[in-house]
């Protein structure tokens, strides 16, 4: 049997593997966990993005960013395979744009992930494309 994501472990929601909603299960999971502050909430050392703040000002500022949650998306978000992100863009409401490429379950998976660069707030969403 497969092993529950990071937030699943908290949740009654935990069913087994292909269930209807998994992709959404996974969206919000990622989104609990690329929320979180390295320091704050969970008791593991390096739990959480904020190690790129430390790059503030500097060049290598999104390269760190991307790896960071590529990082945590591997480590935290078993369901998922193959796990890529990438930044896309920017917009005018300070919001950087990612997309999060892999496999749920053997099918290709895309999801946008969106982080504000003042507040840091990140949110994960299904592509529509």
């Known amino acids: ?17 292909g269930g209807d909603g998994e992709l959404e299960q996974v969206r919000q999971n990622l989104e609990s966990v690329l929320n ?3 320091g704050y909430g969970y008791f593991v050392e390096g739990f959480g993005l904020g190690r790129y703040t430390e790059k503030y000002g500097t060049p290598s ?7 960071e949650m ?5 480590e935290h ?7 890529e992100v990438e930044l896309r863009g920017r917009d005018s409401g300070l ?10 379950r053997g099918a290709p998976c895309k999801l946008r992930i969106l982080f ?11 592509n529509e494309e």
């Open 116 to 126: 504000h660069t003042v507040g840091g707030l990140v949110r994960v969403e299904e």
């Open 77 to 83: 978000e078993p369901r998922l395979q193959d796990v």
């Open 36 to 38: 979180t502050k390295e």
């Open 1 to 17: 049997m497969a092993r529950p994501s990071f937030l699943d472990k908290f949740t009654s929601t935990w069913s087994p593997p």
């Open 95 to 104: 919001w950087l744009h990612f997309m999060l490429t892999g496999t749920l």
């Open 61 to 67: 500022l999104l390269k760190t960013l991307t790896s």
């Open 70 to 74: 590529q990082r945590a998306v591997e």
